[in-house]
């Protein structure tokens, strides 16, 4: 059986990440690696959206890059700038097709579809592939979008909308997004945050469709694409392995207040290149530990409050816009933190610490 250096399980976006970084800064000239993949080909099935806080590798993957949002409640509209921090969304597909091509290129680089073809047994694993399945009252983020071509211009294309809370929330956290590529094209997404258990929230295409008609006004369309997602708000458990290390959404990258991972797993990439000569020896690399204290009060409170957040997220983005960006994608100063912390309801917060 084959032996490599390096194995990546799960070429997803993490997997893809880790070997395009290790392969573009020339770690793998005198070093072998076996990525294991089972899906059969790779198409666009994901839109990854953050604010730039850092750099990335994959400028050229950008569909679109926005410096204004909006975010509302019923009756109730800020207006926001982010020219500081574009937010900018990457079209999975030019991501897969441009690593994909790069890394064919590297003969010390294979594919397999199951980790039983090769032998693992002296090399480092870089592991993206959740094994448990113990979900039992976790909170998902969970949502479907379609990317829309209307038949007239309605989109004012400079300006993203990241929350409509003007919506039906079930009990539940709901909210829409949409983010206008073209003035007649956008991604309308319908997302909640809840324990997956209740199937009557789950049709979400009628959602969208209401939600075009009645919000948007939008009566002629054609779908280009859809995409459909769950992204877990808690830490997914793995089994150890001495020689293994986690990486993306297993790895922690996962920001569990907001669902926001592809800047993390990009940072995270970034530190297993930097240290790779020494990789069982470092530190993980890890969100802030702060962060992970912050989301786990904010998700007690979501769980209790859910009828609260629309105006609980919308009071947040009162505090200065990009003190709540660095905050929501791991950048922020204690300053910056104060400031947030002072927009939330203190009493609900303090409860939720103690219980
Ligand atoms: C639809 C969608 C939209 C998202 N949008 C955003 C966003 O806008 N912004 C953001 O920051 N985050 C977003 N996320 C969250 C996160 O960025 C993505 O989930 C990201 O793809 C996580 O990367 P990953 O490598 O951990 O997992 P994945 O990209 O899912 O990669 C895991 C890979 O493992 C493979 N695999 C499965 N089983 C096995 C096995 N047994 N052996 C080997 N391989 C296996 C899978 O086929 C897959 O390719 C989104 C998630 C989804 C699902």
Redesign the pocket.
């Known amino acids: 059986m084959k032996e490599f250096d390096y194995v990546i ?7 893809l990440s880790l070997a395009y970084e290790l392969e573009i800064h020339n770690n793998l000239i005198d070093k072998k690696l076996a990525i ?4 059969e080909d790779y198409k666009r ?6 604010w730039r806080v850092t750099s990335h590798n994959f400028n050229d993957c950008i569909k679109k890059s926005w410096k204004n949002f909006t975010i509302n409640i019923s009756n109730k509209t800020k207006h926001l700038e982010c020219s500081k921090t574009p937010y900018q ?1 990457i079209d999975s597909g030019l991501f897969y097709e441009k690593i994909m091509n790069r890394l064919k290129l590297n003969k010390n680089i294979f594919f397999f579809k ?2 039983n073809e090769i032998n693992t047994k002296n090399s480092i694993l870089f592991n ?2 959740s094994k448990i399945a113990d979900n039992d009252q976790k909170l998902w983020q969970h ?1 479907y979008g379609i990317e829309i071509e209307a038949d007239k211009n309605i989109f004012d294309d400079e300006i993203f909308n990241l929350m409509d809370f003007d919506c039906d929330q079930k009990n539940k956290v709901h909210f829409f997004y949409t983010l206008p590529f073209s003035k007649n094209q956008a991604l309308v997404e319908t997302t909640w945050i809840s324990e997956l258990n209740d199937k009557s929230i789950m049709n979400y295409e009628e959602q969208i469709k209401n939600y075009l008609k009645d919000h948007l006004k939008i009566k002629k369309y054609k779908i280009n694409y859809s ?5 877990p708000l808690f830490q997914l458990n793995n089994f150890k392995k001495l020689n293994q290390i986690d ?5 922690g ?2 920001r569990l207040s907001t ?5 993390n ?1 990009q940072e995270q990439c970034k530190y297993i290149r930097e240290n790779i000569q020494n990789i069982q020896k470092v530190k993980l690399f890890q969100i802030n530990k702060k962060y992970k204290f912050f989301d786990e009060i904010f998700l007690k409170v979501l769980k209790k409050n859910p009828e609260k957040m629309p105006n609980i997220f919308y009071k947040m983005f009162e505090s200065k816009t990009e003190a709540v960006i660095n905050f929501l994608s791991n950048k922020s100063n204690l300053l910056e933190d104060l400031l947030i912390v002072n927009r939330m309801p203190k009493w609900i917060f303090i409860k939720a610490l103690f219980n």
């Open positions: 399980i799960g070429g997803g976006c993490a997997g294991i993949e089972p899906r099935d994901k839109s990854w959206s953050f969304t199951n980790i993206s592939v949502f995409e459909k997602g769950a992204i990486i993306g959404t297993v790895g990258m996962t669902g926001y991972t592809f800047l797993i």
